[in-house]
């Protein structure tokens, strides 16, 4: 069983930036990690996910060049750098580990985390 915890979120202004941390028990390997978000009313989206054998990374066109995904292997943490951060950044991001490659898709990862809220006012 994989326990994710993760941490950082907060409210900022716009034009911002927060620093959010995933840490994983380390029970269980998962070689792909990943970021989603979930604002209120809609569906639960994909915003980064980063594969430590090979330390590719992949971004949803919404974050491409603000968010920067990366992982420290001996802590089993990933992190996920929100810069300039806009008011349609808030919501609640939700840490997850899955084995496929680089999966931009929520029903391939097999845990998840409980969440860290993300408030970014205008």
């Known amino acids: 069983q994989v326990q994710l915890i993760e941490s950082g979120g907060g409210l900022v202004q716009a034009g911002g930036s927060l620093r959010l941390s995933c840490a994983a028990s380390?029970?269980?390997?998962?070689?792909?990690r990943g970021w989603f978000r979930q604002a209120p009313g809609k569906e639960r989206e994909f915003v980064a996910a980063?594969?430590?054998?090979?330390?590719?990374?992949t971004y949803a066109d919404s974050v491409k060049g603000r968010f920067t995904i990366s992982g420290d292997n001996a802590k089993n943490t990933i992190y996920l750098q929100m810069n300039s951060l806009k008011p349609e950044d808030t919501a609640v991001y939700y840490c997850?580990?899955?084995?496929?490659?680089?999966?931009?898709?929520?029903?391939?990862?097999?845990?998840w985390g409980q969440g860290t809220q993300v408030t970014v006012s205008s």
């Open positions: 997850a580990a899955g084995t496929f490659l680089l999966s931009t898709t929520k029903g391939s990862y097999d845990y």
């Open positions: 380390a029970s269980t390997f998962r070689n792909t």
């Open positions: 980063l594969t430590w054998r090979s330390g590719l990374t």
